[in-house]
Structure formats: structure tokens, C-alpha cells
Nanobody, 126 residues
Framework: QVQLVESGGGLVQAGGSLRLSCAASGRTVNTYAIGWFRQAPGKEREFVAAVNWNGSSTHYADSVKGRFTISRDNAKNTVYLQMNSLKPEDTANYYC???????????????????WGQGTQVTVSS
């Protein structure tokens, strides 16, 4: 089992920054890829970013590329999402998920993630 807890959300003005954290626990958590997804009211959950088990590979949605950075510190069992140049359309509940798979056909699909956190709300005002 893997447990995930997100934190760091909040209210920020457009152009501002936030750093989200995903604290993971579980015996084999550092063997999992971690992905960040977001879901706005009335919309489906969408992929944001993913990192493989040791941080050597990252992948981003086109909508956040160049603005968001995902990283992980396995010594602290934590994955981060640094979000810069935030836009009102980034407003959503942000979730981290853990997947034993990391590949071009799986990392963007929420169905391949076995464990999820409870989410943290990010609100960007214009």
C-alpha cells in the first residue's frame, strides 16, 4: 500500500507561484512513478506532470510546459510541483497519484495510477 498526502495549495493572484508537495509513505513508494493531475468543477481529471521512480525523467502537459516543474526527493519521500506564472485557468483541485508504470502510453492516463491523495485546492485570481 502507498499513502499520499498533498499540501501547498491556496489562493494566489495571476502571475504568482505556488509549490505543491506530495508526501508519500509505504514500503515500496520510491519504486513508483508519481503524477500530478488536476480537476476543475464540471471537468474531467486531466494530466499535469509526471516523474519516474528516481527523478531522471519528467513529462508535462503542453498547457503547463515551461511554467511548472516536477521533482522528487526520495530521501524525504516527497514529490514537488513548482508552479510559476499561474493563470486563472490553472484553478483546480490538484491530486498526486502513484503508478508502478512510467511510459509514453501510461503516464498521462489516470487509470494506470493505483493510489491517490485527497487533493489540494489551487485558486488563481485574475
Amino acid at each position: 500500500q502507498v499513502q499520499l498526502v498533498e499540501s501547498g495549495g491556496g489562493l494566489v493572484q495571476a502571475g504568482g507561484s505556488l509549490r505543491l508537495s506530495c508526501a508519500a509513505s509505504g514500503r515500496t513508494v520510491n519504486t513508483y512513478a508519481i503524477g500530478w493531475f488536476r480537476q476543475a468543477p464540471g471537468k474531467e481529471r486531466e494530466f499535469v506532470a509526471a516523474v519516474n521512480w528516481n527523478g531522471s525523467s519528467t513529462h508535462y502537459a503542453d498547457s503547463v510546459k515551461g511554467r511548472f516543474t516536477i521533482s522528487r526527493d526520495n530521501a524525504k519521500n516527497t514529490v514537488y510541483l513548482q508552479m510559476n506564472s499561474l493563470k486563472p485557468e490553472d484553478t483546480a483541485n490538484y491530486y498526486c497519484g502513484a503508478s508502478p508504470r512510467y511510459g509514453p502510453t501510461t503516464r498521462e492516463q489516470s487509470v494506470w495510477y493505483d493510489f491517490w491523495g485527497q487533493g489540494t485546492q489551487v485558486t488563481v485570481s485574475s
